[in-house]
């Protein structure tokens, strides 16, 4: 079993900038996939980013350019760095591994115009 803490979700001014975290405990020893889903009201929930054990990353298009995805893997920790945001980032950021599946509860974003 694998436990996931989120914070840094918050409310953010368009153009501003919001750093999330999430630390993996337990069962951590499996994990290689970290990454970040956003889900936005009525939308599917989509890949925002991810960053692999061996530090690949991968990135929505929408989102490539402005939001840096690292981890501290001594901590079990990954980060997503969220720069010039914009209303349509509005979302709730689910946090995620991959091995066992796991997800956060989520944290929300709001980007106001």
């Known amino acids: 079993q694998v436990w996931l803490v989120e914070s840094g979700g918050g409310l953010v001014q368009a153009g501003g900038s919001l750093r999330l975290s999430c630390t993996a405990s337990?069962?951590?020893?499996?994990?290689?996939?970290m990454g970040w889903y956003r889900q936005a009201p009525g939308k599917q929930r989509e890949l925002a980013a991810q960053?692999?054990?061996?530090?690949?990353?991968a990135y929505a298009v929408s989102v490539k350019g402005r939001f840096t995805i690292s981890r501290d893997n001594a901590e079990n920790t990954v980060y997503l760095q969220m720069n010039s945001l914009k209303p349509k980032d509005t979302a709730i950021y689910y946090c995620?591994?991959?091995?066992?599946?796991?997800w956060g509860q989520g944290t929300q974003v709001t980007v106001s115009s």
């Open positions: 960053i692999l054990l061996n530090g690949n990353t």
């Open positions: 995620n591994v991959d091995r066992p599946p796991t």
């Open positions: 337990g069962f951590i020893s499996r994990i290689n996939a």
